[in-house]
């Protein structure tokens, strides 16, 4: 299993506030997929990005793939408590296995 | 709402007790897979179905039992659990490739076991 560490493990901010979080590998990923989970239910697909140096944005979340398809980075601008939750990273190798990272949870104050 | 549906949304059973947990998506996507999450913790995979046929089992425990009856659906049998056994398991599906694009899985809520 390739290995996915991302950071932090948590975060607070306040409403407004930027905030972004990291994974990274040591492995290449031919894909790597972004999800969103709250409490009680499964994690939803924010994004996914295939191409080295790929940028995506998805109204106030930016997310970038690294040019060797090792890391990715979400960044999320003016955050509103609706943006709390648990964020996975998830990267899927050769073998279509799916390698999620820890997870960060998001937690943004009014 | 989820594409993915699976029931039950909660389930308790004893260690004696056989259950099946379901899975359903109308999306045509012919792969489907089974992952366990323990809270706090990101979803391991357990199975993965390709057309129908089990192409990955990640040495899970032979007390679980998964079964893909047709393109549509995918069941996960349960005997003699063990109280470690409690987690979210979770349905997933894919369309695999299209346009040589491999594509994203999507999630459905899960259901929330508990072993007594």
């Known amino acids: 299993t390739q290995l996915l560490e991302q950071s932090p493990q948590f975060l607070s901010i306040q409403e407004g506030e930027n905030l972004t979080v990291y994974c990274n590998s040591s492995?290449?990923?031919?894909?790597l997929q972004w999800y969103r989970q709250e409490p009680g239910e499964g994690p939803v697909l924010l994004v996914t990005?295939?191409?080295?140096?790929e940028v995506k944005k998805l109204k106030r979340l930016t997310f970038q793939f690294g040019d060797a398809r090792k890391d990715s980075s979400l960044h999320i601008t003016a955050a509103q408590p609706g943006d709390t939750g648990l964020y996975l990273c998830?990267?899927?190798?050769?073998?279509?296995?799916?390698?999620f990272g820890a997870g960060t949870t998001v937690t943004v104050r009014a | 709402d989820t594409e993915v549906t699976q029931t039950p949304k909660h389930l308790v059973m004893g260690m004696t007790n056989k259950k099946s947990l379901k899975c359903e998506q109308h999306?045509?996507?012919?792969?489907m897979y089974w992952y366990k999450q323990k809270a706090k913790k990101p979803p391991e995979l357990m199975f993965v179905?390709?057309?129908?046929?089990?192409?990955i089992n990640e040495s899970v425990p032979s007390r679980f039992s998964p079964e893909c009856p047709n393109s549509s659906l995918l069941n996960l049998h349960l005997h003699a659990l063990q109280p470690e056994d409690s987690a979210l398991y979770l349905c997933?599906?894919?369309?695999?490739?299209?346009?040589?694009?491999?594509?994203?899985?999507?999630f459905g809520d899960g259901t929330r076991l508990s072993i007594l």
């Open positions: 990005v295939v191409t080295g140096g």
């Open positions: 179905y390709s057309y129908e046929k089990l192409s």
């Open positions: 997933a599906s894919s369309q695999e490739w299209v346009g040589g694009t491999r594509q994203p899985q999507h």
């Open positions: 999306m045509g996507h012919r792969a």
């Open positions: 492995s290449v990923f031919s894909s």
């Open positions: 998830a990267g899927e190798s050769e073998d279509y296995k799916l390698s």
